[in-house]
């Protein structure tokens, strides 16, 4: 049974960082691409940022320079470093893993990011 559990969200005030941490199992976390994706209340789910099996990494043009994405292959983990986050970061981050085999998809439950003062 595969299973994505998200952590690291929480409250945290403008400007400050959080660290969300997606960790896998029940896959061959190696063969696959992971990456993070957001809803705020009200909108649709959008991409944040994504790291291919290879390491490729793509981010949303909103969190370039501020967040940074990153995996861990031998703890099948990947992270999401936040920085100067901002009140329209605040939503639930999501991890979604996607066989680079196969292409069967897998998200997490989520996890709450709350910017606010």
């Known amino acids: 049974q595969v299973h994505l559990v998200e952590s690291g969200g929480g409250l945290v005030q403008p400007g400050g960082s959080l660290r969300l941490s997606c960790a896998a199992s029940?896959?061959?976390?190696?063969?696959?691409?992971m990456g993070w994706y957001r809803q705020a209340p009200g909108k649709q789910r959008e991409l944040v940022a994504t790291i291919s099996s290879r390491g490729i990494i793509n981010y949303a043009e909103s969190v370039k320079g501020r967040f940074t994405i990153s995996r861990d292959n031998a703890a099948d983990t990947v992270y999401l470093q936040m920085n100067s986050l901002k009140p329209e970061d605040m939503a639930v981050y999501y991890c979604?893993?996607?066989?680079?085999?196969?292409?069967?998809?897998?998200w997490g439950q989520g996890t709450q990011v709350t910017v606010s003062s």
């Open positions: 979604k893993a996607i066989s680079a085999y196969t292409s069967t998809t897998y």
């Open positions: 029940g896959i061959i976390f190696s063969a696959n691409h």
